[in-house]
């Protein structure tokens, strides 16, 4: 067995344990309500994942949809608690892929559970609104009381949204309007831009650029793919803008034990930033925007430091570039913060922050400069989903009373600890152990091996999610605690055992 130094000194940590978590054992519970108040001890494999039924499933699925490649398994949301995902065939594994990093307090937390079945959500759960037109009474309290209080400091404005491709794409649509805006400089659209913007020709749409980075990841949609640079599959066959992606610094691992040479690929990655936005600006292509993840995460957890990003909110605020920081997988609590950029000191907070996932609510922070100056500049039938927002609360509840966030730091501390001593013990097959708060990666010396590991550990009883082209990616719950980290560090453990 795997047994962390780190892990002997944190048996503390087994007192703190909510009831919910107390581990009983396997039940066969049916009814919503049973599930409340319990986790599974270990996990339990039957079969290979994905196993028979998951199987079948897959095929009965593909005569509805033919869009398949990426099925996985089919998931037994009843049997599924806590940080336990159970999939149809009775396999039970410890989950840190999440439902890709989006359950923050794991599968049918009570609190969730509860919010649910409270009679006084009913009609909000039942009638989903057009928001953009018709608020529902109450909704406005909701933003006040709920969105507003975990706003990076700074962004006095919310703009809630459907999901993670979509709030970029607002929040990109939302920079360009404040960069015309500005350019115009107070006067009126003339006639020729209006009639132009209907025949996509400048000046009524403008030529303008958006900036983003190699390996970062924004979202699939028309748009966003312009943006998007972390996988040739996401892209390939889909025309793309001439916009700029500058250099993301490729960084080496642990940060603080790299300091000076790190700090020159930073500068070198600020410099051709700049470059890039003159270039662009001399074409008469001005950079209007840019977007960047606090971590890169499809892109292969790729991280820098918080001297990057102040140099890139100087670039921008002299360069009159619109900055937007891309939460949707950094947001929610895993870095031991609501939201990573809170944690780069920055005098000058970015422009817009956007956000889904784990936050159940998608949506975008900015700033009152970035308003719209009409309606129906950013506007779609839904604008989000007041639903979500019954989710959230009991999230963000629960966060406070569980105190997650420090959770994250302690439980984080231990995989990443866990990690290191497991890349020391198998070089041939680890590296570039990496992480803030639980959102964590490790490498593996090449895709085949990420990928074998990954199929090996599900049938270990743990299931997680490759990013890049060769790194494993931890994304816990926040509820996720050390004894869960001490059951992934053998799992790992084990698999490394058998690779030559
Ligand atoms: C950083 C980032 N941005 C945007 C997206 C797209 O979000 P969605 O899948 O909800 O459209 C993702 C999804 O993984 C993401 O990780």
Redesign the pocket.
Same mark, same amino acid.
Do not use: L, M, P, Y
């Given at each position: 067995m795997f047994t962390s130094k780190i892990l002997k000194n944190t048996a503390n940590h087994f007192k703190n344990v909510p009831a919910y978590l107390h581990n009983t054992g396997p039940r066969s519970l049916t009814a919503l309500p049973k599930l409340m108040g319990q986790e599974y001890d270990a996990p339990s494999m039957k079969t290979n994942c994905p196993g028979p039924k998951s199987k079948e499933l897959l095929t009965r699925y593909e005569k509805t949809n033919r869009n398949i490649g990426h099925v996985q398994f089919f998931v037994d949301l009843e049997a599924s608690r806590g940080n336990y995902v159970v999939d149809v065939d009775g396999n039970r594994m410890l989950d840190l892929f999440t439902q890709?990093? /989006?359950l923050p307090l794991g599968y049918n937390h009570p609190a969730i559970l509860e919010a649910m079945q409270d009679p006084s959500n009913l009609v909000t759960i039942a009638n989903r609104p057009a928001l953009g037109v018709h608020l529902p009474n109450g909704y406005t309290e909701k933003l006040e009381e709920i969105m507003m209080p975990i706003a990076p400091k700074g962004l006095d404005y919310v703009q809630t949204m459907m999901? *993670?491709?979509? /709030?970029?794409e607002n929040a990109v649509k939302q920079v360009f309007l404040w960069y015309r805006r500005t350019k115009r400089g107070g006067a009126e659209v003339t006639q020729e831009e209006m009639d132009t913007c209907m025949v996509n020709e400048a000046p009524g749409s403008p030529q303008y650029t958006f900036m983003s980075f190699n390996g /970062?990841?924004? *979202?699939?949609?028309v748009g966003?793919l312009s943006l998007?640079h972390s996988k040739m599959i996401h892209k390939l066959d889909v025309p793309a803008m001439d916009w700029p992606m500058a250099p993301f610094p490729s960084l080496k691992y642990p940060l603080d034990m790299h300091t000076a040479e790190n700090r020159a690929e930073e500068d070198r990655c600020l410099a051709e930033v700049q470059r890039l936005i003159d270039e662009y600006g001399e074409k008469g292509r001005d950079v209007a925007g840019m977007i960047v993840?606090p971590i %890169?995460? =499809?892109g292969g957890d790729n991280h820098a430091t918080p001297y990057f990003f102040q140099g890139l909110r100087n670039i921008c605020t002299q360069n009159g570039v619109g900055m937007i920081v891309? =939460?949707? %997988?950094?947001g929610g609590g895993c870095t031991g913060t609501i939201f990573a950029c809170d944690q780069w000191g920055l005098d000058n907070p970015p422009d817009l922050v956007?956000f /889904?996932?784990k936050l159940a609510m998608?949506g975008y922070f900015y700033k009152k400069e970035f308003t719209p100056d009409m309606g129906y500049r950013v506007f779609n039938t839904w604008m989000g989903e007041p639903s979500k927002m019954i989710l959230l609360e009991a999230i963000l509840k629960t966060i406070t009373q569980e105190n997650l966030l420090e959770n994250v730091k302690v439980t984080g501390k231990v995989i990443l600890d866990g990690l290191n001593e497991l890349q020391d013990a198998y070089p041939h097959v680890f590296s570039k152990a990496r992480g803030n708060g639980t959102f964590i990666a490790l490498d593996c010396v090449d895709n085949q091996k990420a990928t074998l590991i990954s199929s090996l550990l599900k049938n270990e009883g743990v299931n997680l999610g490759l990013c890049g082209s060769r790194t494993l990616r931890f994304r816990p719950a926040l509820i996720f605690k050390p004894f869960h980290a001490e059951i992934l560090l053998d799992a790992l453990d084990k698999v490394a055992k058998d690779m030559n």
């Open positions: 890709i990093s /989006s999901c *993670g491709s979509c /709030s970029n /970062s990841f924004h *979202g699939r949609t966003c998007t993840e %890169q995460a =499809e891309d =939460e949707v %997988q950094t956007t /889904s996932k998608a």
